[in-house]
Protein backbone atom coordinates (compact mmCIF):
# COMPACT_ATOMS: atom_id res chain seq x y z
CA UNK A 1 0.00 0.00 0.00
CA UNK A 2 1.12 3.37 -1.14
CA UNK A 3 2.06 5.22 2.11
CA UNK A 4 1.07 8.71 2.47
CA UNK A 5 3.39 12.16 2.37
CA UNK A 6 2.97 15.28 3.94
CA UNK A 7 2.48 19.03 2.26
CA UNK A 8 2.52 22.02 4.40
CA UNK A 9 -0.99 23.56 3.74
CA UNK A 10 -0.86 26.38 6.45
CA UNK A 11 0.90 28.16 8.51
CA UNK A 12 -0.14 31.22 10.97
CA UNK A 13 0.05 34.58 9.09
CA UNK A 14 -0.16 32.67 5.49
CA UNK A 15 -2.27 34.01 3.30
CA UNK A 16 -2.90 31.28 0.31
CA UNK A 17 -3.42 33.08 -3.21
CA UNK A 18 -6.04 32.56 -5.46
CA UNK A 19 -8.98 29.33 -6.78
CA UNK A 20 -8.11 27.81 -9.83
CA UNK A 21 -10.86 28.29 -12.60
CA UNK A 22 -13.09 25.21 -11.51
CA UNK A 23 -16.82 26.34 -12.16
CA UNK A 24 -18.98 24.88 -9.57
CA UNK A 25 -23.15 24.96 -8.29
CA UNK A 26 -24.04 27.09 -6.52
CA UNK A 27 -27.41 27.83 -5.06
CA UNK A 28 -28.77 30.05 -2.23
CA UNK A 29 -32.02 30.02 -1.25
CA UNK A 30 -34.50 29.24 1.21
CA UNK A 31 -35.89 26.14 0.77
CA UNK A 32 -34.43 23.13 2.40
CA UNK A 33 -31.58 20.89 1.42
CA UNK A 34 -31.07 18.12 3.71
CA UNK A 35 -32.95 17.02 7.06
CA UNK A 36 -30.92 17.18 10.31
CA UNK A 37 -28.52 15.13 9.36
CA UNK A 38 -28.56 11.51 10.71
CA UNK A 39 -24.94 11.13 12.00
CA UNK A 40 -24.76 9.04 14.83
CA UNK A 41 -21.51 10.14 15.69
CA UNK A 42 -20.60 9.03 19.68
CA UNK A 43 -18.68 11.63 21.33
CA UNK A 44 -15.94 13.51 20.29
CA UNK A 45 -13.21 14.86 22.47
CA UNK A 46 -11.53 18.35 22.64
CA UNK A 47 -7.41 18.76 22.86
CA UNK A 48 -5.08 21.40 22.86
CA UNK A 49 -3.14 24.24 20.42
CA UNK A 50 -1.85 25.84 16.96
CA UNK A 51 -0.70 25.20 13.59
CA UNK A 52 -1.34 23.07 10.19
CA UNK A 53 -0.30 20.83 7.61
CA UNK A 54 -1.69 17.60 5.78
CA UNK A 55 -1.78 15.11 2.60
CA UNK A 56 -3.06 11.55 1.90
CA UNK A 57 -2.12 8.96 -0.37
CA UNK A 58 -0.80 8.85 -3.65
CA UNK A 59 -3.38 8.83 -6.21
CA UNK A 60 -3.94 9.88 -9.64
CA UNK A 61 -7.27 10.52 -9.92
CA UNK A 62 -8.05 14.46 -11.13
CA UNK A 63 -11.04 16.42 -10.13
CA UNK A 64 -13.16 18.89 -12.23
CA UNK A 65 -16.54 20.60 -11.58
CA UNK A 66 -20.18 20.96 -13.19
CA UNK A 67 -20.16 23.71 -15.97
CA UNK A 68 -22.11 26.52 -14.76
CA UNK A 69 -24.51 26.56 -17.78
CA UNK A 70 -24.71 22.70 -17.53
CA UNK A 71 -28.76 22.03 -16.91
CA UNK A 72 -29.12 20.88 -12.79
CA UNK A 73 -30.12 17.63 -11.89
CA UNK A 74 -33.16 17.58 -9.82
CA UNK A 75 -30.69 16.48 -6.98
CA UNK A 76 -28.40 19.41 -7.52
CA UNK A 77 -31.61 21.99 -7.22
CA UNK A 78 -32.13 20.96 -3.70
CA UNK A 79 -31.90 24.36 -1.50
CA UNK A 80 -29.79 24.66 1.80
CA UNK A 81 -32.00 25.30 4.75
CA UNK A 82 -29.93 28.56 6.00
CA UNK A 83 -29.89 31.16 3.23
CA UNK A 84 -26.06 31.77 4.25
CA UNK A 85 -25.53 28.48 2.83
CA UNK A 86 -24.65 27.45 -0.81
CA UNK A 87 -24.69 24.00 -1.89
CA UNK A 88 -21.64 22.93 -4.50
CA UNK A 89 -21.82 20.27 -6.94
CA UNK A 90 -18.28 18.48 -7.87
CA UNK A 91 -17.95 15.91 -10.59
CA UNK A 92 -14.73 13.32 -10.25
CA UNK A 93 -13.76 10.72 -12.24
CA UNK A 94 -14.88 8.61 -9.48
CA UNK A 95 -18.12 9.82 -8.38
CA UNK A 96 -20.24 13.48 -8.25
CA UNK A 97 -20.50 14.97 -4.79
CA UNK A 98 -22.92 17.29 -3.15
CA UNK A 99 -22.08 19.66 -0.10
CA UNK A 100 -23.66 22.14 1.46
CA UNK A 101 -21.34 25.06 3.05
CA UNK A 102 -21.68 27.32 5.79
CA UNK A 103 -20.33 31.20 5.18
CA UNK A 104 -17.08 32.05 4.65
CA UNK A 105 -16.27 28.49 2.66
CA UNK A 106 -14.90 27.87 -0.78
CA UNK A 107 -13.90 25.23 -2.83
CA UNK A 108 -10.52 25.99 -4.64
CA UNK A 109 -8.49 23.75 -7.22
CA UNK A 110 -8.22 20.73 -5.70
CA UNK A 111 -4.65 20.00 -6.04
CA UNK A 112 -4.43 22.97 -3.27
CA UNK A 113 -4.84 20.92 -0.50
CA UNK A 114 -3.41 17.29 -1.66
CA UNK A 115 -2.43 15.81 -5.25
CA UNK A 116 -4.73 13.36 -4.71
CA UNK A 117 -7.69 15.22 -3.78
CA UNK A 118 -11.55 15.12 -5.20
CA UNK A 119 -12.83 17.63 -3.11
CA UNK A 120 -10.99 20.62 -1.71
CA UNK A 121 -12.38 23.31 0.08
CA UNK A 122 -11.39 26.02 2.37
CA UNK A 123 -12.61 28.62 5.03
CA UNK A 124 -9.26 31.41 5.27
CA UNK A 125 -10.93 33.60 7.48
CA UNK A 126 -11.38 30.95 10.23
CA UNK A 127 -8.37 28.45 8.90
CA UNK A 128 -10.64 25.88 8.15
CA UNK A 129 -10.10 22.77 5.59
CA UNK A 130 -11.92 20.13 4.46
CA UNK A 131 -10.99 17.11 1.33
CA UNK A 132 -11.98 14.18 0.18
CA UNK A 133 -10.00 11.75 -1.10
CA UNK A 134 -11.57 8.46 -3.12
CA UNK A 135 -10.39 4.60 -3.87
CA UNK A 136 -12.12 2.10 -5.71
CA UNK A 137 -13.67 -0.61 -3.54
CA UNK A 138 -12.10 -3.54 -6.13
CA UNK A 139 -8.76 -2.32 -4.86
CA UNK A 140 -9.52 -3.34 -1.54
CA UNK A 141 -11.42 -6.58 -0.30
CA UNK A 142 -13.16 -5.14 2.08
CA UNK A 143 -13.85 -1.35 4.26
CA UNK A 144 -11.62 -3.22 7.09
CA UNK A 145 -8.77 -3.63 5.23
CA UNK A 146 -9.36 -0.06 3.43
CA UNK A 147 -9.39 1.44 6.75
CA UNK A 148 -6.54 -0.73 8.07
CA UNK A 149 -4.27 0.73 5.27
CA UNK A 150 -4.98 4.16 6.11
CA UNK A 151 -1.52 5.13 7.66
CA UNK A 152 -1.54 8.32 9.61
CA UNK A 153 2.46 8.14 11.30
CA UNK A 154 3.30 11.00 8.46
CA UNK A 155 1.42 13.52 10.20
CA UNK A 156 2.98 13.75 13.19
CA UNK A 157 2.51 12.65 16.56
CA UNK A 158 -1.32 11.63 17.21
CA UNK A 159 -2.54 11.90 20.86
CA UNK A 160 -5.87 12.14 22.12
CA UNK A 161 -7.85 9.99 19.51
CA UNK A 162 -11.26 8.99 19.63
CA UNK A 163 -13.17 6.74 17.09
CA UNK A 164 -16.95 6.84 16.71
CA UNK A 165 -19.54 5.47 14.49
CA UNK A 166 -20.75 7.52 11.56
CA UNK A 167 -23.83 7.67 8.84
CA UNK A 168 -24.66 10.89 7.22
CA UNK A 169 -26.38 10.41 3.90
CA UNK A 170 -25.93 6.93 2.83
CA UNK A 171 -22.23 7.36 4.16
CA UNK A 172 -21.59 4.91 6.87
CA UNK A 173 -17.99 4.24 8.45
CA UNK A 174 -15.95 5.20 11.41
CA UNK A 175 -14.85 8.83 12.51
CA UNK A 176 -11.57 9.57 14.16
CA UNK A 177 -10.83 12.48 16.38
CA UNK A 178 -7.42 13.84 16.89
CA UNK A 179 -4.02 16.04 17.26
CA UNK A 180 -1.27 15.62 15.50
CA UNK A 181 1.93 17.49 16.72
CA UNK A 182 4.92 17.95 14.23
CA UNK A 183 7.83 20.41 14.30
CA UNK A 184 5.98 22.51 16.92
CA UNK A 185 2.72 22.67 15.10
CA UNK A 186 -0.57 21.25 16.83
CA UNK A 187 -3.24 20.40 14.14
CA UNK A 188 -6.88 19.05 15.38
CA UNK A 189 -8.22 16.70 12.37
CA UNK A 190 -11.88 15.48 12.15
CA UNK A 191 -11.01 12.18 10.02
CA UNK A 192 -14.09 9.91 8.11
CA UNK A 193 -13.33 6.65 7.00
CA UNK A 194 -16.49 5.75 5.22
CA UNK A 195 -17.82 3.84 2.30
CA UNK A 196 -19.61 5.05 -0.64
CA UNK A 197 -21.28 3.33 -3.66
CA UNK A 198 -18.27 2.56 -5.58
CA UNK A 199 -15.84 3.95 -3.50
CA UNK A 200 -14.21 4.14 -0.34
CA UNK A 201 -13.83 7.76 1.08
CA UNK A 202 -11.43 9.64 3.01
CA UNK A 203 -12.79 12.91 4.35
CA UNK A 204 -10.77 15.19 6.38
CA UNK A 205 -10.70 18.52 7.99
CA UNK A 206 -8.44 20.31 9.84
CA UNK A 207 -8.21 23.55 11.69
CA UNK A 208 -4.84 24.26 14.35
CA UNK A 209 -5.53 23.00 17.66
CA UNK A 210 -5.85 26.17 19.19
CA UNK A 211 -8.80 27.27 17.38
CA UNK A 212 -10.72 23.56 17.77
CA UNK A 213 -13.27 24.84 20.08
CA UNK A 214 -14.73 27.70 17.62
CA UNK A 215 -14.12 26.02 14.47
CA UNK A 216 -15.14 22.06 15.16
CA UNK A 217 -18.65 22.54 15.13
CA UNK A 218 -18.60 24.40 11.62
CA UNK A 219 -16.42 21.39 10.21
CA UNK A 220 -18.55 18.84 11.42
CA UNK A 221 -21.65 20.75 9.32
CA UNK A 222 -19.45 20.77 6.45
CA UNK A 223 -18.55 17.27 6.89
CA UNK A 224 -21.77 15.83 7.38
CA UNK A 225 -23.72 17.30 4.79
CA UNK A 226 -21.24 15.32 1.96
CA UNK A 227 -23.52 13.45 -0.24
CA UNK A 228 -22.52 10.77 -3.42
CA UNK A 229 -25.01 11.72 -6.04
CA UNK A 230 -25.90 9.42 -9.42
CA UNK A 231 -23.03 9.87 -12.03
CA UNK A 232 -25.05 11.64 -14.90
Not at 39 to 45: F, G, H, I, T, Y
Not at 80 to 100: A, L, M, Y
Not at 131 to 142: G, H, I, R, T, Y
Request: with cysteine; hydrophobic share 30%; net charge negative.
Amino acid sequence: MKKFKIITILLVGLVVTGCSGRSVVEEEDDDAYLKETSSSVEELSSYGDDEVFYEPRDRSTTSTTVDENQVATDETKEQPSDSKNKIEVIKTKNGNFKIEMTDGWQSVEAKELSDNADVSLKNTTNEEYYMVLSEAKKDFDSFDVFKQSVDLSDLGEITNEKKAAINYNGLKGERRTFTASKDGVEVYYIYDLVEGKDHYLQCISWTLNSKKSSNESDLIKVMNSLAELENK
